[in-house]
């Protein structure tokens, strides 16, 4: 019988558990989080901070999943380190457990920035079930009139609208020249800069906070340009980054995240890694680095899964994606959306007034990006097109059409995607 | 499981798939009260597709390995165990809009149910045949 261990307990482990369930009932499987939860989704943390979801609909699978999955759950208790030539893991309290297979899945930590008054109360990172509660709590306690984001990335902008949403004036300072300068362009950052500043945000750029201020707690924040925002919160929210303590001191490589085969087997053999603790090929590029999103955790905590169980599947490969809906604006951006240089060729549809914008980056005959704004609907399908890498050139002219759709692609690809049973990735 | 299978050489695109599934799809279930009488307005989970003489009905294709399902951050999104089909729980999804990123067929929609919820082919849930295939008059669609 097979010992599988698995540290952490999100996406990537839930994923893990499915696949190998599916394979082999018998074998045992061990979960083991420092988070004292069941799986939970961690990007709603911002949905019930705003009191749209209520705190028990946020668990991403049936209260029953580990029993009916026959899971043993250690939760609560971090795993401190990881013995690879034995193949065990010692908990916090010393116990040691040993494990035929096992899968790292330990997910991100927030970056906290090197800022003056750092360690104040009311300073958080919000990433984390327990984040919630705290700011929560916190928020009650002293009636937090105002608060400061610092970073206006998917995080902040999402913490940034949910407190606004709780009547707290908001400022997000953002160090680039525009907020979600990542993944957006800049008139799809500037329509949603201009929603946020709608809804009462103060949306400030190409500024941070150097120092923040207060004596028991937080009372203000210092701008590096000298200005003064008085504030009780502060949330830092500029990125996370791979969770790789536990492999520190192993022979396990690293880059920045831990790195894989396509089979998400680290270079020690029975030793997998999967999530945003990991690093895969970016379809666009072909480099690998960590790209930490959810789909993604899941798919790789999947395909480890039904490694470990020994039925060989591979992982091919992802783009960079999100969906986010801000200030009731749905948004999806994926692959290279702003790219320099004359190799590529944009395809854009702009309204202002209904703030929909559309906008396609191809790189010679295929997309490699693209953008939608408010109008996001059949999104899925040039995601499809990025991925597959096919060739558009012969349909170019109609893929911002209203009417773009499966019917716009060559025939033959068209039968191969629609006449089929459905699809394999 | 059963599929629905799309034979796009047969389609007319009469649309009469997307008039009944709007209809299956409507709380009263009655044609005018489904169409005059609703809010929100029910809309239908099949979409056909029209250009020049070619046309065809598209609905979820119930994937072998949904990637909406991988997507969904809520786990709104779930295989039903006994039947197969790829299914939405309203009551979960918070209409992140995740799903309609990775569908490569672009089927699912965004439905008003209280807030917003992912709308897709739930083939016709209980219904044996769904009503799409039953009542299209040319065997443009198969369930089988
Ligand atoms: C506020 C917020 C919003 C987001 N929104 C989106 C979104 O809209 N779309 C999207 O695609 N992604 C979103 N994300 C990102 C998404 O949540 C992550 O990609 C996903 O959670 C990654 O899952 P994972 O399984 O790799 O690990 P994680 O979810 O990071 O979980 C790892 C777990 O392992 C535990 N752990 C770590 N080290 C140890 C140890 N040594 N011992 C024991 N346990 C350990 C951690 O405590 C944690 O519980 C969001 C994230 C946040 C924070």
Redesign the interface.
């Known amino acids: 019988m097979v010992k599988y261990v698995i540290v952490g307990n999100s996406v990537a482990a839930i994923a893990a558990v499915e696949a190998i369930r599916k394979h082999d009932g018998d074998g045992e499987i061990t979960v083991i989080s420092d988070e004292p939860y069941s799986a939970y989704s961690r990007p709603l943390i911002t949905y019930a901070l705003a009191g749209k979801i209520s705190e028990d609909s946020i668990f991403y699978r049936d209260k029953n999943f580990y029993y009916k999955n026959k899971v043993e759950t250690i939760l609560g208790i971090k795993v401190t380190s990881l013995n690879t030539k034995e193949k065990y893991v010692t908990l916090k309290d010393g116990d040691e457990i040993h494990f035929d297979k096992l899968l790292i899945s330990t997910g991100g930590t927030p970056i906290s920035p090197n800022i003056r008054g750092r360690d104040l109360h009311g300073v958080f990172t919000f990433t984390k079930l327990d984040d919630l509660k705290r700011v929560r709590e916190y928020i009650h306690q002293y009636r937090v009139g105002e608060a400061v984001v610092v970073g206006g990335g998917l995080i902040g902008l999402k913490t940034a609208e949910a407190l606004t949403m709780l009547k707290i004036k908001v400022s997000i300072v953002e160090l680039a020249d525009r907020i979600l300068s990542v993944t957006f362009d800049k008139k799809a950052s500037s329509i949603i800069e201009r929603s946020l500043r709608k809804i009462g945000c103060e949306v400030i750029t190409g500024n941070t906070v150097s120092e923040i201020k207060g004596r028991d707690r937080v009372s203000a924040v210092i701008l590096k340009d000298g200005k003064k925002i008085n504030c009780g919160m502060v949330i830092l929210a500029i990125g996370v980054t791979p969770n790789i303590d536990l492999i520190k001191n192993t022979d396990i490589k690293v880059n920045r995240g831990i790195l894989v085969d396509n089979h998400m087997q680290t270079n020690i053999p029975d030793i997998y890694a999967a999530g945003d603790v990991s690093e895969c090929v970016d379809l666009i590029g072909g480099a690998t680095r960590p790209i930490a999103i959810w789909p993604n955790a899941y798919r790789q905590g999947n395909v480890a899964g039904y490694n470990m169980a020994g039925i060989p599947k591979e992982y091919t490969g992802s783009i960079v994606m999100n969906s986010i809906e801000l200030c009731n604006i749905p948004t999806i951006s994926m692959g290279l959306t702003d790219p320099e240089g004359d190799e590529y060729e944009i395809i854009e549809h702009y309204n202002d007034e209904k703030q929909v914008y559309k906008r396609i980056v191809l790189k010679g005959k295929i997309i490699v990006g693209a953008i939608f704004i408010s109008n996001i609907d059949r999104g899925g399908i040039y995601r499809n097109l990025i991925i597959e890498k096919i060739d558009v050139s012969s349909f170019k002219e109609h893929i911002l059409k209203e009417d773009f759709g499966l019917i716009s692609l060559p025939k033959e690809y068209r039968k191969h995607l629609v006449s089929g049973p459905g699809l394999e990735v | 499981m059963k ?1 629905i ?2 034979k ?1 050489d047969m389609c007319i695109g009469c649309r009469l798939c997307e008039v009944y599934c709007l209809v299956q799809h409507s709380k009263s279930k009655k044609i005018i009260k489904a169409y005059k009488g609703e809010y929100p307005k029910p809309i239908p989970r099949i ?1 056909v ?3 020049g003489y ?3 009905a ?1 609905q979820c ?7 909406c399902v ?2 969904c ?3 709104a999104m779930y295989r039903d165990p006994d039947t197969g089909a790829v299914l939405c729980n309203d ?2 999804c ?13 089927v ?3 439905r008003k149910e209280g ?1 917003e919820v992912a709308s897709k082919c739930d083939l016709c849930y209980g219904e044996g045949t769904p009503v799409c295939v039953a009542n299209c008059p040319n065997e443009a669609l198969e369930f089988r």
């Open positions: 599929r299978y799309i796009e979409l597709e029209e250009k070619l046309s065809f598209l294709r119930h994937c072998e390995d949904p990637p991988e997507a951050i809520t786990g009551i979960k918070v209409g992140c809009w995740m799903c309609i990123m990775v569908c490569p067929f672009g699912i929609m965004r807030g």
